[in-house]
Structure formats: structure tokens, C-alpha cells
């Protein structure tokens, strides 16, 4: 085997071939550093002097499916100019490795196509080396996400692990990355963030979240100056709610008959959209049999659907008059439900209109709660938090599809 095909094939242009040997199944490759990279290490000075060899054994790019080695000897010197007693660098391995360059850049290569377990079958090592290599890849990429040019974010909580285990996210609307994970949920989990959003000058112009009062609390105090926009999405899902909440009731209070059994298996053509309804099933005959015989729920469903509309008005102004008519009507309704959700429409009036001055929503973070979930189920868990939080800020480069 020759010097230049040492070169080629693996990349160690600087070194010289002495001898292969075969073993379990495997190859390494002994090889001596050129003359030119014997120098000191921190100065680059040829003028040293050698004080013993070390061999270092460094795991590389297989050939095929058999795993390479290679067994280097490497010098130590001092050097005469600066004093240095260290052994020269490789060029080819990072301090304290036992792999090559070249096999970090294979395994990460993988690790966008491949589970982490997979890999490591695959090369025929240890699971925990291939999660360092990437753990390491994701640290110094992701760690600490730039802050200075946000401004749209979106801030919502994921259930991680049951008994209510719960992080914090904070999403760049522009470019859909993760800029902040928190333990826990609610506005102490975002205290580093804001410290780290007032150091970087930032200029924020619109947060976008749900109506938690911790996450209203959190932005009014912390950047009180930026509007607040309660996202579209968790409006409905919360109207959705006291509509299911309406029907349910509705259906332990009637007795046995054509009313309850029409009532029974309605609940999801309720909460459906008009135009989302099944000609096939015959759901539109359904839902009108359901709302003609409950009048709280045909008035409930007809306050839903008009919400809807809260967003669809042409001016600012015009979304203020209509959102204060839904508002009045639920009120006079006299169905618990609809008066508790009227009264939280007024309490958070001021972040549904402040969608007319930045009309943003959640819609990329509710697609990244998925992204994290799916990535969750893949890797059956994680036990190391920080790893799992390096993963969750470099998602948005990551992409999930069926195998098979």
C-alpha cells in the first residue's frame, strides 16, 4: 500500500505508510507524521528537540463494511525557542478523541438520515461515542442562538414526560428556530431568556402566545413595550372547548331518546368547520338534527363559527366592533360556558386586536411541537437533558420521514 493512497482515501496528506496488519476483522494502519508537522506545538518552531514517542490508536473511515484504525506514533518535543514539552498536533484528531476528523464528519453525515442506535451498529461502535460526536456537533452549532435579530416570537409550553413535565419554548417566527428552551412552564421558566433578550439589543416587534396569564404576566413586565398577540389557533381551540363542554353537559342532563342518541356522536362534527363537513357521512344532515334539538348548543356552535370571522373583518377598527358584538351576545346568551368565555375575550381583547397590527399566529411552533414529539418517540426518550435540548434548538434543520 503506498503513501498517496493513504492521501486519497482517508485524507492524511501528511503522513507516511509503514505497515498494515489485520485484526477481528478489521485493518489498521500504521503510520509515522511527516518530517514538516514534527514542530512545536504552540509556536510552529522547527528548532526542537525529540523526547520520546507516543502511540495513539485513533478509530477511522471504514473501508466497506470493515472498521479501519490507525495506529499513530507520535513525537514529543521541547522546543528550544519557547520552552514547550508537548506532543505535536495531528491535524487529523480533536484533543482527548479516539477518532479521526474524518469519522466525526461520517457519523454526523448519518445522523440526518439514521437514529443514533442504527449508526451505531452500522460502523460497529458504541452508541454513547456516536451521541458524544453529535453532542459535540449540536454544542457548538446550537448552544447559544443569536438573539440581536429577533423580531417575531412565539412563546408555548410542551408536555415532555408524564406527571406534567413540562419546557418552555421560545420560537423566531422568521426563521422557525428554537432560541430558548426552560425547564418547566410559565413565566419563571423564561427568566434567562430575558436576560439574555436585554443583553443582546434586540428589537422586538411582536410576541405571539396563547392566553396563559403566566405568559401575559411574563412579556407585560419583562418587555412591556412590545404588543402582545394572543395566537388565533388557542382562541378557537379554547372556544372548541366550552362548545365541548356545552355538549357534554347537555347529554348527562337528557334522558334516553332520539335527542341524546343524535347528540351522542356529534361532538366532532361540531367542532369541524362548515366547508370540513362529509357529504359522504351525511354529516351536514347530522349536525342540523343535533342543533335543532339543543337550543344552547345551536347557539354555542353559531358563536363559534362567528369567531372565526373575528380575523376576516377589513380594518382594525372593524374587528374591535365586531369582536365587542360576539362579546355582548355571549353575554346574553345566559349559557355559563359561552358568559365564561365572553368575559375572557374581554380580559384579553387588547392581544386579539393587536393581530391586525402584526398578523402573526403560533402555527410554526405548533409545528415544531410536533417535529419534537415525533423526534421524541424515534429516540424512545431522553435521558440526558442537555442533549435533548441541543436537539430540540437545532430541529428546524432536521427532517422526519417514514422509512421502509
Known amino acids: ?14 503522513f507516511n505508510y509503514v505497515r498494515q496488519h489485520f485484526v477481528d476483522g478489521g485493518v489498521i494502519f500504521t503510520v509515522d507524521p511527516k518530517p514538516k508537522m514534527i514542530r512545536c506545538p504552540d509556536c510552529d518552531s522547527f528548532d526542537i528537540i525529540r523526547r520520546g514517542c507516543f502511540e495513539r490508536q485513533l478509530r477511522t473511515v471504514p473501508i466497506g463494511f470493515k472498521p479501519v484504525w490507525l495506529l499513530v506514533r507520535v513525537p514529543r518535543v521541547e522546543c528550544r525557542a519557547c520552552g514547550c514539552l508537548r506532543r505535536i498536533n495531528l491535524g ?81 417566527l422568521k426563521t422557525g428556530a428554537v432560541v430558548f428552551v426552560g425547564e ?26 396563547d392566553m396563559s396569564p403566566a405568559y401575559i404576566g411574563a412579556v407585560l413586565e419583562n418587555i412591556p413595550q412590545v404588543p402582545l398577540v394572543f395566537d388565533k389557533f388557542h382562541v378557537i381551540k379554547l ?18 331518546g332520539l335527542a341524546k342518541q343524535v347528540l351522542k356522536g356529534a361532538r366532532w362534527i361540531l367542532l369541524k368547520n362548515p366547508e370540513n363537513l362529509s357529504l359522504r357521512h351525511n354529516e351536514h344532515e347530522r349536525l342540523k ?15 363559534k363559527e362567528d369567531l372565526r370571522q373575528i380575523w376576516d373583518q377589513p380594518t382594525k377598527e372593524a374587528g ?36 391586525y397590527d402584526h398578523p402573526i399566529t403560533s402555527a410554526k411552533m405548533e409545528g415544531t411541537n410536533n417535529k419534537i414529539k415525533t423526534m421524541k418517540r424515534q429516540a424512545y426518550g431522553f435521558r440526558d437533558k442537555d442533549f435533548f435540548r441541543l436537539r430540540i434548538l437545532g430541529i428546524h434543520e432536521a427532517k422526519y420521514a417514514l422509512t421502509g
Not at 419563571?188 to 405571539?208: E, H, I, M, N, Q
Not at 338534527?289 to 358563536?303: S, V
Open 1 to 14: 500500500m503506498s503513501t498517496s493512497l493513504l492521501y486519497h482515501a482517508f485524507g492524511l496528506n501528511n
Open 92 to 172: 487529523i484528531v480533536d484533543q482527548r478523541r479516539s477518532y479521526t476528523k474524518g469519522f466525526g464528519r461520517l457519523v454526523l453525515s448519518l445522523a440526518r438520515m439514521m437514529p443514533l442506535k442504527d449508526i451505531a451498529m452500522l460502523l460497529g461502535v458504541g452508541w454513547d461515542l456516536v451521541k458524544d460526536i453529535f453532542k459535540s456537533w449540536l454544542k457548538r452549532r446550537f448552544d447559544r442562538p443569536k438573539l440581536s435579530k429577533l423580531q417575531y416570537i412565539s412563546i408555548d409550553e410542551i408536555s415532555i414526560r408524564r406527571g406534567h413535565t413540562y419546557i418552555t419554548l421560545v420560537l423566531d
Open 184 to 209: 418547566g412552564k410559565g413565566g419563571d421558566a423564561l427568566t434567562p431568556f430575558w436576560a439574555r433578550l436585554k443583553r443582546s439589543g434586540a428589537k422586538l416587534k411582536a410576541v405571539a402566545t
Open 239 to 256: 372556544m372548541n372547548e366550552k362548545l365541548t363542554a356545552i355538549r357534554r353537559q347537555l347529554h348527562h342532563e337528557l334522558k334516553d
Open 289 to 303: 338534527d343535533a342543533l335543532r334539538f339543543n337550543e344552547p348548543l345551536a347557539m354555542a356552535y353559531y358563536l
Open 320 to 355: 374591535a366592533d365586531f369582536l365587542d358584538d360576539w362579546i355582548a351576545r355571549a353575554r346574553a346568551s345566559g349559557v355559563g360556558p359561552l358568559m365564561t368565555m365572553a368575559n375572557t375575550m374581554a380580559a384579553c381583547r387588547f392581544g386579539i386586536i393587536a393581530w
